[in-house]
Nanobody, 126 residues
Framework: QVQLVESGGGSVQAGGSLTLSCLASGSALNDIRIAWFRQAPGKEREGVATLYIGSGSTVYADSVKGRFTISRPNRAMSELQMNGLKPEDTATYYC????????????????????WGQGTQVTVSA
């Protein structure tokens, strides 16, 4: 059973940066793909980014392209570097994992992930 724990959230001013971390524990961590999602109050959960371990290829939501960078420093960790933060980035950020393959066109759909962290809050003030 894989468990995920996020950290690194906080409050920043617009234009600032934060790095979120997702620590995975359990077995066969090389087999899981980790993605980041976010949910703002009153809005649907949105896929933000994911990374394919084998190829190193990444998928980003249009809203964060060029500002956010996902990485997998080791098999137990995923990081989301967030630069140029905007007030509309304010949300609870979740990491999620799956052992199933998803094509890049569907890699940011939450129904493709069955393991979720508890979330970390990011607040960006204008």
């Amino acid at each position: 059973q894989v468990q995920l724990v996020e950290s690194g959230g906080g409050s920043v001013q617009a234009g600032g940066s934060l790095t979120l971390s997702c620590l995975a524990s359990g077995s066969a961590l090389n087999d899981i793909r980790i993605a980041w999602f976010r949910q703002a109050p009153g809005k649907e959960r949105e896929g933000v980014a994911t990374l394919y371990i084998g190829s190193g290829s990444t998928v980003y939501a249009d809203s964060v392209k060029g500002r956010f960078t996902i990485s997998r420093p080791n098999r137990a960790m995923s990081e989301l570097q967030m630069n140029g933060l905007k007030p509309e980035d304010t949300a609870t950020y979740y990491c999620a994992a799956s052992r199933r393959y998803s094509y890049p066109t569907s890699a940011l759909r939450d129904e493709n992930y069955d393991i979720w962290g508890q979330g970390t809050q990011v607040t960006v003030s204008a």
